[in-house]
Structures are given as C-alpha cells and as structure tokens.
C-alpha cells in the first residue's frame, strides 16, 4: 500500500439432466431432459437449482447488493437513492434509509461489517453504520456519477471510480483523500487485489487498468472487451481476474501473467455484475438478459443457468459461506437464491429411514452404460410423480432416495429440516419396497419445491 502522503455428480461425459416441470392438480406432462454441461467442483458438493426467496420492498430499480462477511445482514440501493438493510437469514427489513439526492449505483461492506458505504449518481460517496442506519460521513471530491467503490481487505482504504475519469483513494478511518489517479474514460467498476498492492478497474472503452498502490502508477492495460467493461473481480487467491462486458461476454486472466484463459459465453445481452464464492470455485454473472449464470473459473464452462427476475440483473454477490447469492433486479426485487450442497445437507440433518445404510450400494458413477442411468432416472420420476399427493408445504423439500437397479425405492432419508417435517405426508412412502433388502442399490436425490418443480438426479453423477 502506498505509505501515506450438483451436485456430487461426475462429468467424465457431458451427459446431465435438467430439471423437470410438473403442475400440480392437473395432467401429468412426460419428463423433457434438456442437456447442458457441469463441471466438476473441487469440493464435490452439488449446485441445484434453486429455492428462491424475494424480498420486496423497494419502488423502483435494484442497482446494487452486498452482504456482510458475517452473514448476518444484506443491504441493497436502488435508482431512487434509498438503501434498505435486511436480515439475511429470515429475509426481514431492519432498516430503510436515504441521503443520496439521486440513484445508488454501488454499495460494499467493511470488512468488520460495521461500516457500510453507498455511492451515487449525486457525485457523493456516503459512509454508514451497517446496523443502525446512522450517517457517519459524506465524501466529497468526484465531479460526477460515482459509478464503483471498493474497500481493501485490511478495511483501511476505500476506492472509487467515476464518470469524471478518475479513482481516488480514501483513507477509511478519516474521510481523507489519499490519493486521485486520473483515466481517459469513465471508470465502471474497480476492485483490490487480497494483498491490497494492486487495483484493477474496468473502463467505459473496453479496457482494464491494472495500479500499483505503492506508488499510484498505472502497470498494465489489457485491450479487454470491444464495448464497455461492466464489471472486475478477483478470484480471493487473486489469481484469476474475471472481466465482464456490455458485449455479451467474460473473460479470464491470469492476473500475475495478464494471460487470457478463457472466454466465457451465454448471455444474449450485456454481462452486467459479477461475483467470486468465497472458495473461488465458482463465478456468477448477471446479465442484461435477465439470467444469473454460473461458471467454473477454472474450465471456463457453464454450470447452470437460472430464470426468475423479469428485468435487467444489475447485481450479483454470494454470501460468505456461498451457499446464498443475492441478485438485484430493475423488477424492483431482491432474490436469494439457494445453493444445494448435498454434503452439507447430510452433516447438518440426522439421517432418518437408514434401514440399509449397512449394505452395499452400486453408485450411479459405477453404472458405466450411461442409457441405463437414464432410464432408471425416468422411471423414479415417473413413479414419484405419479404418486404425488396434492399437499401444501411453503418450503423446498430434500430427499435422498435409494432405489434397487430395477427402480424399486427402498428407502428416503430427509436431507433438510423442511423435508424431515413432511416424512408422514411425503408420496415417496407409498412407494418403499419392503421386501427382501437387495445387495445392490442406487442413490438419487430428489427434490420439491412448493411452486411444483420436481427434480430427481442421480447423487453420484453420470458416468
């Protein structure tokens, strides 16, 4: 710094299924299994499809969410300059306040999670007190639109980057300017790198700067993208830096080498916001098209592709455990959006109806004739389905399902809370075969959700 002047599922194949729509109290439609690509996750743990939850409140366009390393609040800001905080857990609002005269376009958290700081199109940036509200400061010094700010991960310094060209850099504790490096185009979005001796920012030309924060000199622009860069992050070993552009596409570099390893494509629109998991295993993007996508940094391949706000997506970040990623909409809303991890689900919730846990199971990865698995899939669908009852639940169940290589259900084991409230109601159970226990048995999980989705998948992958 500058001294202060899935899914468990195997993917040898890229044979995957999607999920599939049911409605209930009418006729039952045939699953469609509709292909698209995973990569396999360092951690092995699944990313489904997911529950979401809205959280209404603002009257006008979402520009910007963050949420606290603590994961105990998300606060969000909109065109209209009001900033509301919100309980991440229970997805109740705390607090809803405004001091900016005009649209917010960016918010960020310290990293003690006691400071929030806003900035806005009224060329102010503006520091508050993440739990009561209260305004602490107000920073002067941008001649227009403070479009990025950025906190360095020692919670000493703070960044901007403004439609007047230019970064400054702020000392955090006293509302000081430390330092204002000037560009040649509107700066859209900065970020720090982890050891804080680096600032990369994405310009209005397409180009990405990379600054030493030791002396403020400029090292390096990449000739990024042919229009304008919405959005820069760093992976949190600051080894990848994702790039994200109104030309429809991301990009990857290897920060240290400014080499570019993959390019990522999907989105029909503008690639509007981006955002690392904590465990860098993950990247999601929200794009002008409306859809959130995620990727794998290190293959540069989709994962999955999710639908649910009905305007342009302006922001995108993860909680701190990834197993949330918020999204801010212009529909006015704020959606979580829920990442599965069946190894997680299985630490957290005692496992009920284990009757054969004892015997050996043949996983689906050791199923080498990948037509089979299919099958198998289809006919667990069909007979799940078919014995659907038409219940009331409010939240997404969970199960875990073992099956006999001929498709009959031996046993289901709750694999959420919500799931373990609904053993006695759940039309998995008029499914058990009780007869004699066979030797080998196959694991799906299958989950449904109150909006009359059901999905079965395999829980070891396809081979």
Avoid: C
Wanted: aromatic share 8%.
């Amino acid at each position: 710094m500058m001294q202060s002047q899935q899914h468990d599922w195997k993917y040898p194949t890229l044979l995957t299924l999607s999920t599939i729509t049911i409605v209930l109290g009418l006729s039952w439609p045939q699953p469609q299994f509709k292909p698209s690509v995973f990569s396999e996750l360092k951690t092995q743990e699944a990313i489904r499809l997911p529950a979401s939850q809205t959280l209404i409140g603002h009257s006008t366009w979402v520009y910007a969410v963050t949420i606290s390393s603590d994961n105990q609040y998300l606060a969000s800001a909109s065109y209209d300059g009001k900033i509301k905080i919100w309980n991440l857990k229970t997805g109740q609002l705390l607090h809803s306040f405004s001091g900016h005269t005009d649209a917010i376009e960016t918010l960020t958290i310290s990293p003690d999670n006691k400071i929030l700081i806003s900035g806005g199109w009224d060329n102010r940036i503006r520091v508050w007190n993440l739990e009561t509200g209260e305004l602490i400061r107000t920073l002067k010094g941008h001649g227009e639109d403070v479009k990025t700010v950025a906190i360095s991960s020692d919670g000493k310094w703070l960044a901007s980057g403004s439609v007047d060209q230019t970064i400054k850099l702020w000392n955090l504790s006293t509302g000081k300017e430390h330092f204002s490096l000037k560009t040649s185009n509107w700066v859209r979005s900065i970020v720090f790198s982890p050891d804080n001796q680096t600032l990369v920012s994405g310009s209005e030309n397409g180009s990405v700067q990379i600054w030493s924060l030791t002396d403020g000199k400029l090292l390096d622009t990449l000739t990024a993208h042919s229009q304008a860069v919405w959005s820069v992050v760093l992976s949190p070993d600051g080894q990848t830096l994702a790039t994200a552009s109104r030309d429809k596409t991301i990009k990857l570099w290897q920060l240290n080498t400014r080499q570019l390893k993959h390019t990522l494509k999907g989105h029909s629109r503008a690639v509007l916001s981006l955002a690392f998991s904590r465990d860098g295993q993950t990247l999601a993007s929200g794009g002008y098209d409306k859809t959130i996508r995620l990727w794998n940094p290190k293959t540069g391949e989709e994962i999955d592709h999710w639908e649910g706000h009905q305007k342009p997506i302006w922001s995108v970040v993860f909680s701190a455990d990834s197993q949330i990623l918020a999204s801010g909409s212009s529909d006015e809303t704020v959606k979580l959006w829920e990442i599965y991890s069946s190894k997680k689900s299985q630490l957290d919730h005692k496992a009920i109806s284990a009757e054969v846990s004892s015997q050996p199971q043949l996983t689906a990865s050791e199923i080498t004739n990948s037509k089979t698995l299919v099958e198998l899939n289809q006919m667990l669908y069909e007979a799940i389905h078919q014995n659907w009852r038409s219940i009331t639940f409010n939240e997404t169940l969970v199960y875990r399902v073992k099956v006999t290589a001929d498709g009959r259900l031996i046993s289901y084991q709750p694999m959420n809370a919500a799931a373990s409230d609904w053993v006695a109601e759940t039309p998995l159970e008029s499914l058990r075969y009780r007869g004699i226990l066979p030797q080998d048995l196959i694991e799906f999980e299958v989950v449904m959700k109150p909006s009359g989705v059901l999905e079965v998948a395999p829980i070891q992958g396809w081979d």
